[in-house]
């Protein structure tokens, strides 16, 4: 066999959390929270602090302290504008929804501006940090190449027998970034020669060949590539926001489809020709169920492809519970796979069944930034 093996690696907010910084939706929502009186009669706004206070009250009632991070029952922000439509919008009157969506829109943008104009700041302060500490290129990029160290010793072995031998040429290394701060590309830059030889290291699956890394969703501060927030589907949607010319302010994939700008092909494309999928700081979430199910799709119809994902964890964990959790994630995937594929066949049901023995959890970060090279604080001002 002569063609290279290809291996994608999707990047979540994960990492820019790893490298320090505050980019949470928790941390957008505190930003908010300091603009209170441009948005006292934004609907998205008033939404999240009366989620923000619900909880407080919910802490103060029960006595129990938690971090900031789980506090708002907005954690995921384009999800929940989703689930408020069905709410905010009426099932039948028409005259009514037309006259809200002009409301609904209005705050919505009000809200992208903000958080653009947040984000642009931990951006700016991200890439800041990385170009004057050469340590976090270094871990970065020895994280990518070294992945397969991570692995469970038989796992490895199978994917390197599954591999190795086949294919003799290089080894094509992917990259979809989630995420606008485009902290990996200034992460990388500095340090990933055209091609890379692994064939010294340990467990290195061979020589890599990099391709430029693809942001999906957009750039901060970039005016040739827009920022892109919203839901996966329009199924997430109230049906009044189902049609084209509405959708096409919420929906990721269809923003980028009316931008031409040829993204979600290219991506599905890399994805395709993928052997290897390594996902690092992702949610299993519904707000990039796309992806999720384009990947299930290659496993279900490709047994030797791999997917391999780093979902590490901070707390006290013991096998059984690794064990658990795999089961959670790989349930949650097929969940998604199953919602946007009613016409499963039995064939089809069969390998979903089985798709458990080609998915990797591992328990670990695949990108560890020592503490003291971290970005101490982000400061939104």
């Known amino acids: 066999m002569n063609q290279s093996m290809h291996i994608t ?64 029952n907005w954690s995921d922000f384009e999800l929940a504008v989703g689930q408020f439509s069905f709410e905010y919008f009426d099932e039948e009157d028409l005259k009514l929804n037309e006259e ?6 209005e705050d919505y943008h009000e809200i992208n501006y903000f958080f653009q104009k947040y984000m642009l700041i931990q951006k700016n302060l991200l890439i800041e940090h990385i170009n004057n500490t050469s340590e976090i290129s270094k871990h970065v ?17 199978r994917i390197e027998k599954k591999f190795i031998d086949s294919y003799k040429k290089e080894r094509v290394v992917n990259f979809i970034d989630f995420n606008f701060t485009e902290s990996l590309s200034c992460a990388l830059v500095n340090v990933v020669p055209s091609s890379v030889d692994m ?11 990099w391709n430029e890394i693809i942001n999906i969703h957009g750039k901060i501060g970039a005016a040739e590539v827009y920022p892109i927030l919203g839901v996966d589907n329009a199924n997430q949607l109230h049906p009044f926001l189902q049609v084209e010319e509405r959708a096409r302010i919420f929906q990721k994939p269809l923003i980028n489809d009316l931008l031409e700008n040829g993204i979600s092909n290219q991506c599905k494309i890399k994805l395709q020709a993928s052997k290897i999928f390594v996902i690092y700081g992702m949610s299993i979430g519904q707000t990039d169920m796309t992806w999720w199910t384009t990947i299930l799709n290659q496993l279900i119809h490709d047994s030797s492809k791999e997917l391999i994902i780093f979902e590490y964890s901070q707390g006290f964990v013991v096998p059984y519970m690794e064990f658990e959790r795999k089961d959670e994630i790989v349930r949650s995937i097929v969940e998604m796979f199953v919602e946007t594929n009613r016409d499963i066949d039995d064939a089809i049901e069969e390998r979903l069944e089985n798709i458990k023995d080609q998915i990797t959890v591992i328990f670990r970060n695949l990108i560890s930034i020592p503490e003291e090279a971290k970005l101490a604080e982000l400061i939104a001002e």
């Open 199 to 209: 064939r010294g290291y340990s467990r290195g699956f061979g020589k890599y060949d």
């Open 141 to 157: 990029y020895e994280g990518v190449v070294l992945f397969a160290n991570k692995l469970p010793k038989v796992r490895y072995e």
């Open 9 to 72: 690696f999707l990047i979540g907010n994960g990492f820019d959390l790893e490298l320090g910084a505050k980019t949470r939706y928790s941390d957008f929502y505190d930003y908010l929270q300091q603009n209170k009186e441009q948005l006292g009669n934004n609907i998205f706004y008033n939404e999240i602090l009366a989620h923000i206070k619900e909880a407080r009250l919910q802490q103060d009632r029960d006595n129990i302290i938690v971090n900031n991070d789980v506090r708002i």
């Open 100 to 105: 809200r969506f002009k409301k609904f829109k």
